[in-house]
Nanobody
Framework: QVQLVESGGGLVQPGGSLRLSCTAS????????LAWYRQAPGKQRESVAE???????IYANSVKGRFVLSRDNAKNTVILQMNNLKPEDTAVYSC???????????????WGQGTQVTVSS
């Protein structure tokens, strides 16, 4: 069993910062891939930032230079540091991850519960 827990959302003024965390616990050996998605009301879900299994970090053009993705492998946690936030960043943010769960290479894929980020003055 793997549990995926997100934290760190909230209300912030334009230009402010928030830090989102996504932690995988349970039968977890390591996180192979992880992506943060967001969905604003009336809009399609979009990928914001991701770690690929090749070790590449990819950012959406809309967040490049403002968001930073990092990871703490010891805690099986991926952090999305969001700086210089804009009202258009308002959305529900969810992490989607592929986790290695044993030495045979078995994996688990799932979503976090989502966390609301609101950027407003």
């Amino acid at each position: 069993q793997v549990q995926l827990v997100e934290s760190g959302g909230g209300l912030v003024q334009p230009g402010g910062s928030l830090r989102l965390s996504c932690t995988a616990s349970g039968s977890v050996v390591s996180i192979k891939e992880l992506a943060w998605y967001r969905q604003a009301p009336g809009k399609q879900r979009e990928s914001v930032a991701e770690f690929t299994s090749d070790g590449i970090t990819i950012y959406a053009n809309s967040v490049k230079g403002r968001f930073v993705l990092s990871r703490d492998n010891a805690k099986n946690t991926v952090i999305l540091q969001m700086n210089n936030l804009k009202p258009e960043d308002t959305a529900v943010y969810s992490c989607n991850t592929l986790v290695l769960i044993d030495s045979l290479g078995s994996t688990w894929h799932g979503w976090g519960q989502g966390t609301q980020v609101t950027v407003s003055s």
